[in-house]
Every structure is written in C-alpha cells, then in structure tokens.
Nanobody, 124 residues
Framework: QVQLVESGGRLVQAGGSLRLSCAAS????????MGWFRQAPGKEREFVAT????????DYTQSVQGRFTISRDNSKNTVYLQMNSLKPEDTAVYYC?????????????????WGQGTQVTVSS
C-alpha cells in the first residue's frame, strides 16, 4: 500500500519559515515526479510546486516564486517544501502528491497518490 506522509506543518508568524517533508513508500521513488498542493478554508485545492523525478526540474505557482523551494532526496524517499517569508495567505492544508509522469506538471489530475495533508497556519 502506497503511503505519502506529510509533516512539519504548524503555527508560525508572518515572515517566518517552515520546512515541510513528505515521506513516500513509493518504489522506486525516483520514478515519480512529486508535487505540493494546498487548500485554504473555503477555497479549491491549488498547485504550489512540483519537481521532476530526478530533481533537476522544478516549477512553482507565481504567488510562491522566490519564497518557496521544492527539493527531493531520492535516497530517503522524501520530498521537501522550504517555505520562507510566509504570509497569512499561505495558511492552508498542504498536501504532497506523486505522479507517474517523469516531468513536472501543475495539473492535479496528473497526480495519482496523495497524502493526508499537514496544516500550516500563518498568523499576522
């Protein structure tokens, strides 16, 4: 059974930083591109960042460009989301997801496996 387990979410003040982690039971992990998505209360789930299977290619939604960094460690089956300069509008449940595609994609329909999410709350 494939599992994606997110961790690292918590309450943080605006301007602060957090690093989210997602541990995956996928084998081989290096065959999957990975993504981070988020869903704020009352809003639809939205794309945040994606990284290709090798880790050599990334893409971000415009609102997080320059503040968030997605990375992966294929030896640890883990993908990360470093979030800096956090804003109250970043408050959401953050989900990691895995796609069979090797390249990056922002389309949530391309992601087959999803984690349960981790709550990030940014106070003003």
């Amino acid at each position: 059974q494939v599992q994606l387990v997110e961790s690292g979410g918590r309450l943080v003040q605006a301007g602060g930083s957090l690093r989210l982690s997602c541990a995956a039971s996928l084998r081989p992990f290096s065959s999957y591109s990975m993504g981070w998505f988020r869903q704020a209360p009352g809003k639809e789930r939205e794309f945040v960042a994606t990284i290709n299977s090798s880790g050599g290619g990334t893409d971000y939604t415009q609102s997080v460009q320059g503040r968030f960094t997605i990375s992966r460690d294929n030896s640890k089956n883990t993908v990360y989301l470093q979030m800096n300069s956090l804003k109250p509008e970043d408050t959401a449940v953050y989900y990691c997801a895995a796609s069979f595609l090797i390249g990056t994609t922002p389309r949530d329909s391309a992601y087959y496996y999803w984690g349960q999410g981790t709550q990030v709350t940014v106070s003003s």
